[in-house]
């Protein structure tokens, strides 16, 4: 092993969390390297997760409409056919655009970029085994990142192949339309990939060990609403129902299930399996017992608040350690740890980070649920508005879904937001600057929103909370 001059900074993992803080690094004049496996930049979020996914959802969601929602518009369609090859190509094209658009802003800010795969050999030394095959170089850093994410939770017993028990990987690429879809979870990902298939005409069935969809921090009104509306589109629920095993035979599986509370079980056939129970971080051969790094009992790296394991000059960002498993609260953590590094301060607000679910319509949400609002004992107001009586989406014809504010009844402050609706993913953004800037609903009831637009629910539902609305 060849041995490389000293970096400041190197950042182990290609992700979110890991390019964003190489590059913010390098702005701040920091010599800078990104190690990175997978033989492209931008992680599971670029690669198999947020943007694949969200190819397929808004090109499936075209589909869909074509096929069921413009005859009434005015537009006679015929002939409408599925090009599966081509709907992946799209993504294809997507997911490389803007994996090398990375590898780009890496050459622009100076960051140098290694592949292979890292293992932490000393408390900064890094031996990288190169991804062409070539002999392993050991790199010194003063400082290092680790950025290396999470994996799919496998379902015990059902061993995933990719292409009959899948798991969101597999979910994007399927050369097929499953004539039968069971998912096992109906968190994100199973709404999310479900809703795919769903609308490329799979019979899809979900299977949720509790007694609601959405994962955990979706609002029980919201859940229930989503659920209604999924329905409607042909996704079938199997709530408080345990999956128990399954039979996987040459031209079907049979999945056992069993409701949570009286026994009674149940055989579902299916195509292809989605398991979707969950993601878990990620360190497989990353050496951490080497430089006595720990995790906990989930597996996640232990951290303090400045994102220093014990070893301090060695942080840790994104889904490889603890909080929500997402993309921009990684990108938010890898400029902070940054910052730590460079200015010795920095900031994340936890409390302001928003989730969308990208079915149609869109489910966005930021701060607490009301079920955690009543749990702190608080006095609350709720305020909704209904996009049915919002002038755009009766516009559009999209008038499914809804906004609630839930506010400190004593102080107007807002507490969270919860959006059901066409663009809610947009519209959460709103809703995370009040908050960052502790607005109270009156605030935002007397801010003026251009009309004809849907982000007049948005402020509607903040009259509601603060007075009353006009519109309903
Ligand atoms: P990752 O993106 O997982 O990146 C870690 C990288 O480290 C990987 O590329 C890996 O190859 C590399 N690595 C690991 N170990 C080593 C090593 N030893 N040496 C070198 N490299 C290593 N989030 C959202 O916010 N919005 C969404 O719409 C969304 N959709 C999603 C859809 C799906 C199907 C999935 C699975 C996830 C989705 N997520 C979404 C979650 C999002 O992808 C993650 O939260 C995000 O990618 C986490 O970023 P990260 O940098 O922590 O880790
Ligand atoms: P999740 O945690 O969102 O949902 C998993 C669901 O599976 C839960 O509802 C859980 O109760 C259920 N479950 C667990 N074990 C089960 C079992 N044995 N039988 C039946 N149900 C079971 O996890 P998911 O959907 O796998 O997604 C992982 C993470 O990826 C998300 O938490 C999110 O952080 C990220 N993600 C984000 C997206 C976005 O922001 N739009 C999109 C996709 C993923």
């Given at each position: 092993a060849s041995e490389t001059p000293e970096h400041d900074v190197i950042v182990i993992g290609g992700g979110p969390g890991g390019y964003v803080a190489a590059i913010k690094a390098a702005q701040a004049g920091l010599k800078t390297a990104c190690i990175e496996?997978?033989?492209?930049?931008?992680?599971?979020?670029?690669?198999?997760?947020?943007i694949p996914s969200k190819s397929l959802l808004n090109n499936s969601h075209i589909y869909h409409q074509i096929l069921h929602d413009v005859k009434n518009r005015g537009i006679d369609v015929e002939g409408v056919k599925l090009n599966l090859t081509q709907m992946m190509k799209a993504k294809e094209t997507s997911v490389t655009g803007l994996t090398k658009g990375i590898e780009y802003l890496f050459k622009k800010n100076g960051v140098e970029y290694i592949k292979g795969t890292a293992t932490l050999t000393g408390e900064h030394e890094i031996k990288v085994n190169p991804l062409d095959g070539g002999s392993p170089e050991t790199y010194n850093a003063k400082n290092i990142i680790i950025a290396t994410g999470s994996e799919a939770t496998p379902f015990p017993g059902l061993e995933i192949d990719e292409q009959r028990i899948i798991t969101s990987t597999g979910a994007i690429a399927l050369t097929e339309v499953p004539k039968k879809m069971i998912v096992i979870g109906g968190g994100i990902i199973g709404l999310e990939m479900g809703s795919v298939w769903s609308r490329l005409g799979s019979d899809v069935t979900v299977v949720e060990y509790l007694g609601a969809i959405g994962g955990p921090g979706m609002d029980a009104d919201m859940a229930k609403t989503m659920q209604k509306i999924l329905s409607k589109q042909g996704m079938k629920f199997k709530l408080?129902?345990?999956?128990m095993g399954g039979d996987i035979n040459t031209d079907s599986i049979a999945i056992n299930v069993e409701a949570a509370k009286g026994g009674k079980q149940e055989t579902l056939g299916a195509d292809v399996v989605l398991v979707a129970i969950g993601r878990r971080p990620y360190t497989t051969g990353l050496g951490l017992e080497n430089v006595g790094v720990e995790t906990d009992e989930r597996g996640r790296i232990i951290i303090d608040q400045e994102y220093r394991?014990?070893?301090?000059h060695i942080r840790v960002i994104g889904d490889v350690t603890f909080g929500a498993m997402l993309a921009h609260k990684a990108e938010e953590e890898g400029i902070a740890a940054v910052e730590y590094i460079s200015k010795g301060y920095g900031h994340v607000n936890y409390g302001a980070i928003p989730s969308v679910m990208y079915t149609h319509p869109e489910a966005a949400w930021v701060g607490l649920t009301e079920q955690e609002v009543k749990a702190t004992g608080k006095d609350y107001n709720i305020g909704s508005f209904p996009f049915s009586a919002n002038s755009r989406a009766k516009t559009n014809l999209d008038t499914e879904g809804m906004v609630k504010f839930i506010t400190d009844?004593?102080?107007?402050?807002?507490l969270g937001i919860h959006i059901i609706g066409p663009n809610a993913g947009e519209m959460i953004a709103e809703g995370v600057l009040a908050l960052e800037y502790g607005a109270s609903a009156e605030d935002i009831a007397r801010t003026s929103h251009a009309h004809?637009?849907?982000s007049e629910a948005f402020k509607e539902a903040a009259m509601a909370a603060f007075s009353k609305p006009i519109h309903a």
């Amino acid at each position: 092993a060849s041995e490389t001059p000293e970096h400041d900074v190197i950042v182990i993992g290609g992700g979110p969390g890991g390019y964003v803080a190489a590059i913010k690094a390098a702005q701040a004049g920091l010599k800078t390297a990104c190690i990175e496996k997978r033989g492209a930049l931008g992680g599971t979020c670029l690669n198999v997760g947020c943007i694949p996914s969200k190819s397929l959802l808004n090109n499936s969601h075209i589909y869909h409409q074509i096929l069921h929602d413009v005859k009434n518009r005015g537009i006679d369609v015929e002939g409408v056919k599925l090009n599966l090859t081509q709907m992946m190509k799209a993504k294809e094209t997507s997911v490389t655009g803007l994996t090398k658009g990375i590898e780009y802003l890496f050459k622009k800010n100076g960051v140098e970029y290694i592949k292979g795969t890292a293992t932490l050999t000393g408390e900064h030394e890094i031996k990288v085994n190169p991804l062409d095959g070539g002999s392993p170089e050991t790199y010194n850093a003063k400082n290092i990142i680790i950025a290396t994410g999470s994996e799919a939770t496998p379902f015990p017993g059902l061993e995933i192949d990719e292409q009959r028990i899948i798991t969101s990987t597999g979910a994007i690429a399927l050369t097929e339309v499953p004539k039968k879809m069971i998912v096992i979870g109906g968190g994100i990902i199973g709404l999310e990939m479900g809703s795919v298939w769903s609308r490329l005409g799979s019979d899809v069935t979900v299977v949720e060990y509790l007694g609601a969809i959405g994962g955990p921090g979706m609002d029980a009104d919201m859940a229930k609403t989503m659920q209604k509306i999924l329905s409607k589109q042909g996704m079938k629920f199997k709530l408080n129902t345990k999956v128990m095993g399954g039979d996987i035979n040459t031209d079907s599986i049979a999945i056992n299930v069993e409701a949570a509370k009286g026994g009674k079980q149940e055989t579902l056939g299916a195509d292809v399996v989605l398991v979707a129970i969950g993601r878990r971080p990620y360190t497989t051969g990353l050496g951490l017992e080497n430089v006595g790094v720990e995790t906990d009992e989930r597996g996640r790296i232990i951290i303090d608040q400045e994102y220093r394991t014990k070893i301090p000059h060695i942080r840790v960002i994104g889904d490889v350690t603890f909080g929500a498993m997402l993309a921009h609260k990684a990108e938010e953590e890898g400029i902070a740890a940054v910052e730590y590094i460079s200015k010795g301060y920095g900031h994340v607000n936890y409390g302001a980070i928003p989730s969308v679910m990208y079915t149609h319509p869109e489910a966005a949400w930021v701060g607490l649920t009301e079920q955690e609002v009543k749990a702190t004992g608080k006095d609350y107001n709720i305020g909704s508005f209904p996009f049915s009586a919002n002038s755009r989406a009766k516009t559009n014809l999209d008038t499914e879904g809804m906004v609630k504010f839930i506010t400190d009844k004593e102080t107007d402050r807002i507490l969270g937001i919860h959006i059901i609706g066409p663009n809610a993913g947009e519209m959460i953004a709103e809703g995370v600057l009040a908050l960052e800037y502790g607005a109270s609903a009156e605030d935002i009831a007397r801010t003026s929103h251009a009309h004809p637009t849907l982000s007049e629910a948005f402020k509607e539902a903040a009259m509601a909370a603060f007075s009353k609305p006009i519109h309903a």
